[in-house]
């Protein structure tokens, strides 16, 4: 049964390979050090953190590596989490130049946070080289009728770019430019005290760069355009890659693992690997909305069993549907179970005493 179980379990994530890649993982360690926020990343502390991977294209492996390379480095302390970034870039330049412009109208850098690891109320910061911000909460994605708060403002937010080069000169060429904030931890919480994590706490993040291609004309960069006149897309290189042109799929961001200990190492929870088939029913689920009008009353119309295999575990699906709603479960035996809904909100039901 249990062989059995696991083939069909396996067989069931075909067509959505690309929203079931691994994501990427960072161990995010403790400093003491009081960091000078100016974007230059020489200090003690940023010599010790690792850098990331270098970015890929946000469709992962389905698209070309980018041409310039991308990287982030993280610290934290009881009160901030820091990120530092270092971007290649042949040719600086920047436009927009007040507080919350629509700063990915520039080449840009973006986070994405989800502290809760819920898919919902998450953060976004963009920046760009002359270090204007961005900043917004989404309450959920929008995909699932969310809509961005961009009166929200990190209050406490430092943040320092240096760039090694020249602004807005296109007559010689830059090697590029480094950025580094200070984000409060409690500028990440909407309405509910700062929690310190814990040792090992997990929450998700991920990191976007926005790149356009240009032509110099004049004393300017030009954005490339199509036969119409209309800009050309935007290059979208990010850390972890999320399978879909879209950052605003929270559960495909990178997990970020905090730690005090110097030899710590990620570990990827039982749950994360539970909510893959939460994740499998979400999905098909809206695509049997789209072909049918409503949504699949049971898991055999959704071609899913009730069994599945999660390492060495059983465990068991469940879900309930109307035409325009549905819940579905997941537990194994001495865990708690885990739901998803329509809106892909992800809770961890407290078990009933």
Known sequence: MANGLKLKAQNSFEGFENLFSIPKNYVVHHTDQVLKINGNLTENAWQKA????????????????????????????????????????????????????????????????????????YFEIEINAINKIFDLFMPKPYRNGGDALISWDAA??????????????????????????????????????????????????????????????????????????????????????????????????GYLQFTRKTDAVFTMPFSE??????????????????????????????KMERGARVGERENILQMDASAKQFTATIKAEGSAAISINDEGLIQILKSKS
Do not use: C
């Open 156 to 253: 406490g937010l430092k943040s320092g770019v240096e760039i090694i080069g020249t602004l807005n000169n296109p007559k010689d060429t830059d090697k590029g430019w480094t950025v580094e904030m200070a984000i409060p931890l409690k500028d990440l919480r909407m309405g509910f005290p700062v929690k310190v994590p814990e040792e090992g706490a997990i929450w998700r993040i991920n990191f976007s760069r926005v790149e356009w291609g240009t032509r110099v004309a004049g004393d300017k960069n030009i954005k490339l355009k199509d036969a119409s006149g209309r800009d050309l897309p935007e290059h979208n290189w990010v850390w972890s890659p999320q399978g879909v042109i879209n950052m605003h799929y929270p559960e495909r961001f």
């Open 50 to 121: 690792a850098w990331t991977t270098d970015f890929v294209d946000i469709e992962g492996s389905l698209k070309p590596l980018p041409k310039l390379q991308t990287r982030v480095k993280m610290l934290w302390n009881d009160s901030t989490l820091f990120i530092a970034a270092e971007l290649k870039e042949p040719q600086i330049w920047a436009t927009q130049m007040h507080h919350d412009d629509i700063i990915y109208k520039d080449n840009d850098f973006e986070i994405f946070i989800d502290p809760d690891n819920n898919t919902h109320q």
């Open 273 to 302: 690997e539970q909510k893959k088939y939460l994740w499998l029913i979400y999905y098909r689920q809206k695509q049997y909305l789209q072909k049918n009008g409503t949504y699949a009353q049971n898991l055999a119309e959704l």
